[in-house]
């Protein structure tokens, strides 16, 4: 079993790992993202982040993502990029800071570098013009777990439950 992340605007953009692989994958964007948020928007990639992880931890069931999911919008588009290649950036500096269960770093590397050239690769043009920018979830409800950091979703902490 396992998961991939991809990128659907250009052919043949992903990168399968297996389920270890995909859960520390999953931590380091998560704990990165809850370190840097400042803003709603940027707290609710951390909760998204997060939900994922719980997805996968809890069930194996696909807790991967296209680059297309990501809550973008046209009016902060440039700022929400921003937001995101700095938390690739952080993660790729410490691939295994933070860890639960570490899966070797040259695989969730190689995965960190696909999606920072995808999200790097990104342009405005690409996002829908009615796109809302808007996660499913109420960022104003952001916490996190004072023990591992990562935010919490509605189950708790994705590592600590």
């Not at 709603?40 to 994922?52: I, M, N, P, S, T």
């Not at 691939?95 to 570490?102: F, L, R, S």
């Not at 070797?104 to 050239?117: G, H, I, T, Y």
Request: hydrophobic letters at 45%.
């Amino acid at each position: 079993m396992g998961d991939q992340i991809s990128n659907r605007a250009i052919p043949g953009a992903s990168v399968w790992m297996s389920n270890g692989a995909v859960r520390t994958f999953l931590e380091n964007l998560g704990l990165r993202a809850a370190e840097l948020a400042t803003s709603d928007w940027e707290r609710g990639f951390a909760v998204w982040v997060a939900e994922h992880l719980d997805v996968h931890r809890w069930s194996y069931s696909p807790s991967g993502f296209d680059v297309a999911e990501l809550a973008l919008s046209r009016r902060d588009f440039y700022a929400q990029k921003g937001f995101l290649l700095s938390v690739v950036d952080r993660a790729l500096a410490d691939p295994d800071h933070g860890c639960d269960i570490c899966f070797p770093s040259e695989v969730v590397v190689d995965a960190l570098r696909a999606l920072r050239a995808w999200l790097a690769d990104l342009s405005v043009d690409r996002i829908a013009e009615d796109a809302t920018g808007v996660w499913a979830h109420d960022p104003v409800a952001w916490r996190r777990c004072e023990e591992h950091g990562l935010c919490f979703t509605s189950y708790g902490c994705p590592i600590g439950h």
